[in-house]
């Protein structure tokens, strides 16, 4: 139906940047809200951006607000995260997902990509 494929990963000292992109296929694309995600071993997947598709309206958990941004580009059918002054703490699997307004409203998501590894050593 919708794929969801992520890239920019990779390894990065810290306090530089990196910017992730996400690449949707398939039927057409037209949720309403996507993000981006990462999972560090042993912890919990954790949403770091939110954008809602028609506006680019932003949403920001305070770990990575004022250090990440996330934009569309609609016509491209892509997502991006720049991400500036990483941390070591940053270091995790990054996924990026799309949600529909009645799975958004549930802090759900209706499709996830693959990952991409990004690691910030000290």
């Known amino acids: 139906q919708v794929q969801l494929e992520e890239s920019g990963g990779g390894l990065v000292q810290a306090g530089g940047s990196l910017r992730l992109s996400c690449v949707a296929s398939g039927r057409s694309f037209s949720p309403y809200v996507m993000a981006w995600a990462r999972q560090a071993p042993g912890k919990e997947r954790e949403v770091i951006a939110r954008?809602?598709?028609?506006?680019?309206?932003?949403y920001y958990p305070d770990s990575v607000k004022d250090r990440f941004v996330v934009s569309r580009d609609n016509a491209k059918n892509t997502l991006y995260l720049q991400m500036n002054r990483l941390k070591p703490e940053d270091t995790a699997v990054y996924y990026c997902?799309?949600?529909?307004?009645?799975?958004?409203?549930?802090?759900?998501?209706?499709?996830w990509g693959q990952g991409t590894q990004v690691t910030v050593s000290s």
């Open positions: 954008i809602t598709w028609s506006d680019g309206l932003p």
């Open positions: 997902a799309a949600g529909s307004w009645a799975v958004a409203t549930r802090k759900g998501f209706d499709y």
